[in-house]
């Protein structure tokens, strides 16, 4: 377009050389409208050069913001041990750890508790305790492992855990961390009471042994541990 008023103005421009051709009054008329029309299609260029800029920041800021959302959900889903050997491209992997100290819970006469409350205030409560179990966990340097309705499974010792963890903690073994955050556990459950008017109770088991950390499943990946001391550790509980 741009390129059309330029051959339109050199037009005119010959014509007003050629006095005898056309009127010169119109001629720089047209002259004029030309420059003011080339004028509008230069604005409106630049008008959507620096429109389609601003799309395209807004449209890449929504993605950052899409990624970093998603990348907190997967914080919050995959232990960072998972996350790291998942950006290294290891989809399924195994790990001999050596020994570490496993925790369980079990929440006590759940059943009675479960026909107590409605599914909202059930999921709320327990949302409530294991929200507080899991600060717990990273105030003594332990991992979540898992929780499945009424259990949950922490753990301290592994190897690129304990990497990532507070050098203080490290002076004190995982074994004698996870009694504390046991302890813990307790005093804070003493402050939780049920519908019934009755505190919270739940059966721990603890034990130190030898474990394997993997991740197992295609479709649906998940951490695990895996040994004898698991099963030492429920039948403790």
Known sequence: MIMVSVILFNFFSFLV???????????QFMRSFVWIFTGMV????VYMQELEKKTQFING????????KLKKILDILVPSIVRDKIRQGQKNFS?????ISIIFFDIYKFDTIVSKYSSKELLQFLDQVYNTFDQLCDQYGLLKVETV????????GLKSAE?????????RHHSVRVTDF???????LKQVILKNGRNLEVKIGIHTGPIITGVIGETKPQFSLIGDSVTRTIKIC
């Open 17 to 27: 050389e050629d006095e005898g051709m056309v009127d010169s009054t119109l001629i």
């Open 42 to 45: 230069w604005s409106a260029y």
């Open 61 to 68: 800021h929504r993605r950052v913001r899409s990624f970093i």
């Open 95 to 99: 790990e001999a750890e050596g020994d």
């Open 149 to 156: 309705g009424k259990t949950y499974m922490a753990c301290g």
């Open 163 to 171: 990497r990532k963890i507070d050098s203080r903690l490290l002076n």
């Open 182 to 188: 046991a302890v813990e556990c307790q005093n804070y």
